[in-house]
């Protein structure tokens, strides 16, 4: 009897541990989805930026004040 409260505790911490191991993992991918997200606004931004610099040069050529 005295074995059963100790096997049920370390049943419950071996199943919150599972637990945490998925919710670990599932935090690891979602980092991997930030980072991509975060590197394809960068490039886009770059883009934006490159964009906006041919306008401007357009602009200038053609005497046309933003």
Not at 23 to 47: E, N, P, Q
Not at 56 to 62: A, D, M, N, R
């Amino acid at each position: 009897m005295a074995d059963e409260p100790t096997s049920l505790v370390l049943e419950q911490l071996r199943l919150i541990r599972e637990d945490l191991r998925g919710v670990h993992s599932k935090m690891d991918d979602l980092a991997v989805k930030v980072d991509g997200h975060t590197a394809l606004l960068i490039g886009l931004g770059k883009y934006v930026h490159d964009i906006d610099g041919r306008v401007e040069h357009i602009e200038q050529k053609l005497g046309i004040d933003p």
